[in-house]
């Protein structure tokens, strides 16, 4: 991938998904020469588009991530290597003349596994990157937790992390690094809100508190979507409009929610993320998933899905009354149901489309 000799369309075990991925993005089909990865976006849609990488674009993201976390380094993988999270932890460990260490996932992630992988990870530097989900069963395990606060940085990515789970890392001593990006970007590109070098960050069309589309652009942004040729999201060369609101502040990129997963409830609209944020600071509550069901009277109604931590009873009158109290009545929930586990999708994000279809009416 780094040389360029052949294009690669990373699948997964799952056969289903497989064929979905060689009908969507035209495998066996005619490509351009530059191209030599070709990633699907994690499908938040259910409909996978595929971004196209070249050699140049990885090479500038794997660099840039050297240059940021400190100098070269081995890599853990502890993450889907067909999801670009997790294939760039390989290309980044590959392109740093490392043989990476690889986690066996096949029985899902397990954080004693995790700690021997670590210990035995090789290297002058020594990285890995994770998902909230498995961030939260590491700080649940001492022995991982000790392993981990030895290693050089430790990418926090794939899903927003919550406030309370970041304090509990940065307690722990735990070398996290907040990372933003994605397929097209040929993954994180933004670490604790600051770019990395080459890279720059647009607010389009900002509201009067700052907020507004984000647009991002710098080398390592893919060649746009394979077979797409005028997808608006790549109108401007160099440049990936996202789907996600945010804003700047002082250089500094805070991600607000997504435009696409607004919530309108009784004319007024609500982000989910901003009402998760509430929710997490909340001592019972271990996840959170905001989402909009269908409401005869409202249109949509505010709905929280949380997992509630060991051994604690959520407090639902507790959880409506702050988020009332900090963003409104109307971004109250109106249910808060408790699962013992989120469903997921691509690389550790909630996947939102199960929740509706499982919860809606």
């Given at each position: 991938?780094?040389?360029?000799?052949?294009?690669?369309?990373?699948?997964?075990?799952?056969?289903?998904?497989?064929?979905?991925?060689?009908?969507?993005?035209?495998?066996?089909?005619?490509?351009?020469?530059?191209?030599?990865?070709?990633?699907?976006?994690?499908?938040?849609?259910?409909?996978?588009?595929?971004?196209?990488?070249?050699?140049?674009?990885?090479?500038?993201?794997?660099?840039?991530?050297?240059?940021?976390?400190?100098?070269?380094?081995?890599?853990?993988?502890?993450?889907?290597?067909?999801?670009?999270?997790?294939?760039?932890?390989?290309?980044?460990?590959?392109?740093?003349?490392?043989?990476?260490?690889?986690?066996?996932?096949?029985?899902?992630?397990?954080?004693?596994?995790?700690?021997?992988?670590?210990?035995?990870?090789?290297?002058?530097?020594?990285?890995?990157?994770?998902?909230?989900?498995?961030?939260?069963?590491?700080?649940?395990?001492?022995?991982?937790?000790?392993?981990?606060?030895?290693?050089?940085?430790?990418?926090?990515?794939?899903?927003?992390?919550?406030?309370?789970?970041?304090?509990?890392?940065?307690?722990?001593?735990?070398?996290?690094?907040?990372?933003?990006?994605?397929?097209?970007?040929?993954?994180?590109?933004?670490?604790?809100?600051?770019?990395?070098?080459?890279?720059?960050?647009?607010?389009?069309?900002?509201?009067?508190?700052?907020?507004?589309?984000?647009?991002?652009?710098?080398?390592?942004?893919?060649?746009?979507?394979?077979?797409?040729?005028?997808?608006?999201?790549?109108?401007?060369?160099?440049?990936?409009?996202?789907?996600?609101?945010?804003?700047?502040?002082?250089?500094?990129?805070?991600?607000?929610?997504?435009?696409?997963?607004?919530?309108?409830?009784?004319?007024?609209?609500?982000?989910?993320?901003?009402?998760?944020?509430?929710?997490?600071?909340?001592?019972?509550?271990?996840?959170?998933?905001?989402?909009?069901?269908?409401?005869?009277?409202?249109?949509?109604?505010?709905?929280?899905?949380?997992?509630?931590?060991?051994?604690?009873?959520?407090?639902?009158?507790?959880?409506?009354?702050?988020?009332?109290?900090?963003?409104?009545?109307?971004?109250?929930?109106?249910e808060v149901i408790e699962v013992d586990e989120l469903p997921l999708r691509g690389p550790g994000k909630p996947d939102r489309r199960a929740l509706r279809r499982?919860?809606?009416?």
């Amino acid at each position: 991938m780094l040389d360029g000799s052949t294009a690669i369309v990373p699948t997964s075990d799952d056969a289903r998904e497989t064929a979905l991925l060689r009908a969507a993005l035209a495998v066996g089909e005619p490509i351009a020469d530059e191209v030599s990865l070709v990633v699907s976006t994690s499908g938040s849609t259910g409909v996978p588009k595929g971004a196209q990488h070249t050699p140049a674009t990885l090479s500038a993201s794997a660099r840039a991530t050297a240059d940021r976390l400190g100098g070269p380094g081995n890599w853990l993988l502890a993450l889907a290597p067909h999801h670009i999270a997790g294939l760039q932890v390989l290309l980044r460990a590959f392109a740093s003349g490392f043989t990476p260490t690889v986690l066996d996932l096949t029985a899902g992630f397990d954080a004693e596994g995790f700690a021997e992988a670590l210990d035995r990870l090789d290297g002058p530097r020594r990285y890995t990157s994770l998902v909230p989900t498995q961030l939260i069963k590491v700080l649940d395990s001492p022995r991982a937790t000790a392993a981990l606060r030895s290693a050089d940085g430790l990418l926090v990515g794939g899903a927003a992390t919550p406030a309370p789970l970041l304090r509990r890392a940065v307690d722990a001593g735990l070398p996290i690094v907040r990372t933003y990006g994605m397929s097209e970007t040929a993954g994180g590109c933004v670490y604790d809100g600051v770019p990395l070098d080459g890279v720059v960050i647009r607010i389009d069309e900002p509201s009067p508190d700052g907020v507004g589309r984000v647009v991002l652009g710098g080398p390592m942004v893919a060649h746009g979507y394979r077979n797409l040729p005028d997808h608006p999201a790549f109108a401007e060369a160099g440049w990936f409009r996202t789907d996600d609101l945010g804003r700047l502040d002082d250089g500094v990129l805070s991600i607000v929610g997504r435009a696409d997963e607004a919530i309108l409830t009784g004319g007024l609209t609500v982000v989910p993320q901003v009402v998760e944020a509430v929710i997490a600071e909340d001592p019972t509550v271990a996840e959170c998933v905001v989402v909009g069901l269908p409401d005869d009277r409202l249109g949509e109604k505010v709905v929280a899905v949380v997992v509630a931590r060991r051994g604690d009873p959520v407090d639902v009158n507790r959880i409506r009354g702050s988020v009332a109290e900090r963003l409104g009545r109307y971004a109250a929930p109106r249910e808060v149901i408790e699962v013992d586990e989120l469903p997921l999708r691509g690389p550790g994000k909630p996947d939102r489309r199960a929740l509706r279809r499982r919860f809606s009416p």
